[in-house]
Structures are given as structure tokens and as C-alpha cells.
């Protein structure tokens, strides 16, 4: 679907020799959640462009016939992260909420695999583990589901972790 746009000419500011910056920030703020900005400037603003990637937006530019230029930035959907899901767990938001969490990012394998089957040997039926790897875990999932145990796991947003919850012993 395509954006609306709030439009903000900026080439009165830049031909007083202003700064436009700070109303082009006030007229990203002041977007409503899908829409897009349309920008008008009297030059190709490349660092612009960087400013608006990182805020989540794409840009689209072209030169006006009179040498001004024009950006449409719109809204860049996140893809939905996935979420990957042991046989058994498809009901895991009905899960309780995990009794332990570790963080393991720090470790190196096998640390963090002999770490989460060392705390589930201790924890009963039912019970829930949260654990947070520098990676996703490969070799303990199979292991996992080997042991009887369900899991469900993804990375986190910025994808420098990934996050896992375990159900001991499936539970009932």
C-alpha cells in the first residue's frame, strides 16, 4: 500500500541560508504512524538519506526540471521476525513464565549447551527455562527434543541474540 505524504518544501530556508535540518526532523516526528515524507530541496540531500535509512525509511530521488530536487521518504515495513518452534510447543503462549534465565551470550560452544542440560536436570515437568544465546543453539535443539523437551525460539530484533524458551518435559 502506498504512504500518504506530508510534504515540506525546504527551499525557502535553504535560499535565507538556513539550516533545514531541524524542521525536516520536527516534520519526521510529527508523522503519523505509515506515512511518508515528501521533501523538496534546492540540492540532492545525500546525507539526508543515511538519517532516514536509519529511522526506517526508504528514499526515493528524483531531479525537478527546474534543478530542485524531490525525496519521497516512505515507511519501511520490519519484517516479522521468525519464530522457530519445536514439535509440542505450538502452545507455547499458554506456557507459565520461565522460573530461571540465563544468559549465555558470553559463553562459547558447548558451554552454553552444557549449561541449559545441567539447570533443565534440576527443573521439574512444566517448568520453563529462558536463555539467551550469542547465537542460535543448533546442536542443543535436536538434543532438546531428544530429551522430551519443547522450545521455541528467535532472534532478537537486532539480531545480535537469539532468545529461547525451554518446557521441561513437555509438561501437561
Same mark, same amino acid.
Given at each position: $500500500?502506498?504512504?500518504?505524504?506530508?510534504?515540506?518544501?525546504?527551499?525557502?530556508?535553504? %535560499?535565507?541560508?538556513?539550516?533545514?535540518?531541524?524542521?525536516? $526532523?520536527?516534520?519526521?516526528?510529527?508523522?503519523?504512524p505509515?506515512?511518508?515524507?515528501?521533501?523538496?530541496?534546492? &540540492? !540532492?540531500? %545525500?546525507?539526508?538519506? =543515511?538519517?532516514?535509512?536509519?529511522?526506517?525509511?526508504?528514499?526515493?530521488?528524483r531531479?525537478?526540471?527546474?534543478?530542485?530536487?524531490?525525496?519521497?521518504? =516512505?515507511?519501511?515495513? #520490519?519484517?516479522? $521476525? #521468525?519464530? /522457530?518452534? /519445536?514439535?509440542?510447543?505450538?502452545e507455547?503462549?499458554a506456557?507459565?513464565?520461565?522460573?530461571?534465565?540465563?544468559?549465555l551470550?558470553?559463553?562459547?560452544?558447548?558451554g552454553?549447551?552444557?549449561?541449559?542440560?545441567?539447570?533443565?536436570?534440576?527443573?521439574?515437568?512444566?517448568?520453563?527455562?529462558?536463555?539467551?544465546?550469542?547465537?542460535?543453539?543448533? &546442536?542443543?535443539?535436536?538434543?532438546?527434543? #531428544?530429551?522430551? !523437551?519443547h522450545?521455541v525460539?528467535? !532472534?532478537?530484533?537486532?539480531?545480535?541474540?537469539?532468545? $529461547? &524458551?525451554?518446557?521441561?518435559?513437555?509438561?501437561?
Amino acid at each position: $500500500m502506498q504512504p500518504r505524504f506530508k510534504e515540506l518544501d525546504v527551499r525557502p530556508i535553504l %535560499t535565507n541560508g538556513g539550516e533545514p535540518f531541524p524542521a525536516i $526532523m520536527q516534520a519526521v516526528e510529527e508523522l503519523k504512524p505509515g506515512e511518508g515524507l515528501r521533501l523538496i530541496a534546492t &540540492f !540532492h540531500p %545525500t546525507p539526508l538519506l =543515511s538519517v532516514m535509512a536509519r529511522r526506517g525509511y526508504s528514499a526515493e530521488v528524483r531531479e525537478l526540471c527546474d534543478g530542485d530536487w524531490e525525496v519521497l521518504f =516512505s515507511p519501511v515495513d #520490519k519484517p516479522a $521476525m #521468525k519464530v /522457530s518452534v /519445536s514439535a509440542g510447543a505450538e502452545e507455547a503462549a499458554a506456557w507459565p513464565d520461565p522460573l530461571w534465565q540465563i544468559d549465555l551470550s558470553g559463553l562459547q560452544p558447548p558451554g552454553p549447551m552444557e549449561k541449559v542440560l545441567s539447570r533443565i536436570d534440576l527443573m521439574e515437568p512444566g517448568e520453563v527455562l529462558f536463555a539467551i544465546f550469542s547465537a542460535e543453539p543448533v &546442536f542443543l535443539l535436536p538434543e532438546l527434543e #531428544k530429551l522430551g !523437551h519443547h522450545w521455541v525460539g528467535n !532472534h532478537d530484533g537486532a539480531g545480535s541474540a537469539y532468545r $529461547m &524458551f525451554i518446557r521441561v518435559g513437555g509438561g501437561g
